[in-house]
T-cell receptor, first 116, second 109 residues
Framework: GAVVSQHPSWVICKSGTSVKIECRSLDFQATTMFWYRQFPKQSLMLMATSNEGSKATYEQGVEKDKFLINHASLTLSTLTVTSAHPEDSSFYIC????????????FGPGTRLTVT | LAKTTQPISMDSYEGQEVNITCSHNNIATNDYITWYQQFPSQGPRFIIQGYKTKVTNEVASLFIPADRKSSTLSLPRVSLSDTAVYYCLVMSSARQLTFGSGTQLTVLP
């Protein structure tokens, strides 16, 4: 199957700082990518849909000014957590759909964010 | 959105066949049924996908009855390394994936 990578795999930052997480589709071009957040022992929660060349679509309750998403190319989407707080500590996972196979969605390995 | 319901947890022993059933009563005509596996601190991994009847690959089988309102993931001869959370989702080309609670499978020695 197709490969989606994320960088970094884990990051620790201080409260008030911003953190950028990258999501790349390595062997296909993804017009649409998705960002999820997962707290311990819980399921994945969709945060936003990232569309190449246009604004992201955020799920209800997700602050778009706090979680900045940029999908500047067909292989890269970034999520920036601005002014991070300890409650933002979570596991962030991105995924992408191969436009050639619209029913297939591939997930990245995730990024563990810890805000101290 | 098509909501899925699956057992919260299941236990099994090594070498046994495990069947996890998922209900999706309001599945739409264009929806496919997809199962993912997730280990702690990893992204979900695709297991199998189907539309109707039976699909089999090298790791699992997926059984879907004619009305498509449920599906069963079958894992043959599980091992300790199959301990994970298994998610059942319905996918259409137009909608994003919404994850349910998943099933925590624990394989015991």
């Amino acid at each position: 199957g197709a490969v989606v990578s994320q960088h970094p795999s884990w990051v620790i930052c201080k409260s008030g700082t911003s953190v950028k997480i990258e999501c790349r589709s390595l062997d296909f071009q993804a017009t649409t990518m998705f960002w999820y957040r997962q707290f311990p022992k819980q399921s994945l929660m969709l945060m936003a849909t990232s569309n190449e060349g246009s604004k992201a679509t955020y799920e209800q309750g997700v602050e778009k000014d706090k979680f900045l998403i940029n999908h500047a190319s067909l292989t890269l989407s970034t999520l920036t957590v601005t002014s991070a707080h300890p409650e933002d500590s979570s596991f962030y996972i991105c995924s992408a759909r191969d436009p050639g196979f619209s029913y297939e969605q591939y997930f990245g390995p995730g990024t563990r964010l810890t805000v101290t | 959105l098509a909501k899925t319901t699956q057992p919260i947890s299941m236990d099994s022993y090594e070498g046994q066949e495990v069947n996890i059933t998922c209900s999706h009563n309001n599945i739409a005509t264009n929806d496919y049924i997809t199962w993912y596996q997730q280990f702690p601190s990893q992204g979900p991994r695709f297991i199998i996908q189907g539309y109707k009847t039976k699909v089999t690959n090298e790791v699992a089988s997926l059984f879907i009855p004619a009305d498509r309102k449920s599906s069963t993931l079958s894992l043959p001869r599980v091992s300790l390394s199959d301990t994970a959370v298994y998610y059942c989702l319905v996918m259409s080309s137009a909608r994003q994936l919404t994850f349910g609670s998943g099933t925590q499978l624990t394989v015991l020695p």
